[in-house]
T-cell receptor, first 115, second 112 residues
Framework: AQSVTQPDIHITVSEGASLELRCNYS??????LFWYVQSPGQGLQLLLK??????LVQGIKGFEAEFKRSQSSFNLRKPSVHWSDAAEYFC?????????????FGRGTSLIVHP | DADVTQTPRNRITKTGKRIMLECSQT?????MYWYRQDPGLGLRLIYY???????NKGEISDGYSVSRQAQAKFSLSLESAIPNQTALYFC???????????FGPGTRLTVT
């Protein structure tokens, strides 16, 4: 069965600093990978996704993520964090086995941004 | 207007009561999902539906039921609410491909 691990429950960074949020997955074949962001009091919004091809994917709001098959990782990065990036971030993995796609979400990482 | 709407946004109910949460979407997607979010546990799948005649249990379906009234509507019911069903509930939709999900704003449910 597929699974997702986000090792960091909370991450605190200063505004303007770089950011990396970790995500490790467990799945036998090439997975579909996603990062979602949840701002306070809101639903989840897709930041970026990886299906195939270039392992470095660009998303919205200046985020990027790199798929590393050898490490089973899909870490999210941003070179310079803004105060508005404070939110909960979720990594998700899904398979396309038999045309059925059931995503599994990680437990989330809460990003705190200090001025 | 929002693509995925949920009603109510907040609800307080008592133990043993029946409650229904509703989800509507205008994205034209066939696939719809219900999740619950608890602090520190992320999102857990309750039920999902790939079309009007297809309903499937998710990871934590016990104590819940669903109804897919139309392509655009997917309702979640708690037949007899209990306090540990207090959570934030999200509805989501997706197309068959490329699979990314679109979420509603959530319903905060409190069972006292």
């Amino acid at each position: 069965a597929q699974s997702v691990t986000q090792p960091d429950i909370h991450i605190t960074v200063s505004e303007g600093a770089s950011l990396e949020l970790r995500c490790n997955y467990s799945y036998g074949a090439t997975p579909y990978l996603f990062w979602y962001v949840q701002s306070p009091g809101q639903g989840l919004q897709l930041l970026l996704k990886y299906f195939s091809g270039d392992t470095l994917v660009q998303g919205i709001k200046g985020f990027e993520a790199e798929f590393k098959r050898s490490q089973s990782s899909f870490n999210l990065r941003k070179p310079s964090v803004h105060w508005s990036d404070a939110a909960e971030y979720f990594c998700a993995v899904g398979s396309s086995s038999g045309g059925s796609y059931i995503p599994t979400f990680g437990r989330g990482t809460s990003l705190i941004v200090h001025p | 207007d929002a693509d995925v709407t949920q009603t109510p946004r907040n609800r307080i109910t008592k133990t043993g009561k029946r409650i229904m949460l509703e989800c509507s979407q205008t994205k034209g997607h066939d696939r719809m999902y219900w999740y619950r979010q608890d602090p520190g546990l992320g999102l857990r799948l309750i039920y999902y539906s790939f079309d009007v005649k297809d309903i499937n249990k998710g990871e934590i379906s016990d104590g819940y039921s669903v109804s897919r009234q139309a392509q655009a509507k997917f309702s979640l019911s708690l037949e007899s609410a209990i306090p540990n069903q207090t959570a934030l509930y999200f509805c989501a939709t997706s197309d068959a491909t490329p699979y990314e999900q679109y979420f509603g704003p959530g319903t905060r449910l409190t069972v006292t």
